[in-house]
Nanobody, 126 residues
């Protein structure tokens, strides 16, 4: 699966952005999906993940209640709606996918993923 992320940009604190990731290649509905981010000088960290069937999601504590992950298996996309953005959300955001044997599996660590998009920059000004 090849992934192409988009939707990043500059936004003021308290604002919103919607990231999208489009996939091509193998059957999209066989893959668990996730979003990660990496700020300058920091390691890549988990943000949100969703199962193959879209019924199960998991979020990092730092974004719970503010971010929402959703997938559309027909359009082969995964989105990350980000609300109430904070300056500490500034980072390059990456989408990722990996084959999941069962439809309910959610993958939350970077080592679980073998396919990565190119990243999109999100900058939140305070």
């Amino acid at each position: 699966v090849q992934l192409q992320a988009s939707g990043g940009g500059l936004v003021q604190a308290g604002g919103s952005l919607r990231l999208s990731c489009a996939a091509s290649g193998r059957p999209f509905n066989q893959y668990a999906l996730g979003w990660f981010r990496q700020a300058p000088g920091k390691e890549r960290e988990f943000v949100a993940a969703i199962s193959r069937n879209g019924y199960n999601t998991h979020y990092a504590d730092s974004v719970t209640g503010r971010f929402t992950i959703a997938r559309n298996n027909v359009e082969r996309t995964v989105a990350l709606q980000m609300n109430s953005l904070k300056s500490e959300d500034t980072a390059v955001y990456y989408c990722a996918s990996d084959y999941a044997r069962r439809p309910e599996i959610v993958k939350v660590t970077a080592n679980d993923y073998h396919n990565w998009g190119q990243g999109t920059q999100v900058t939140v000004s305070s």
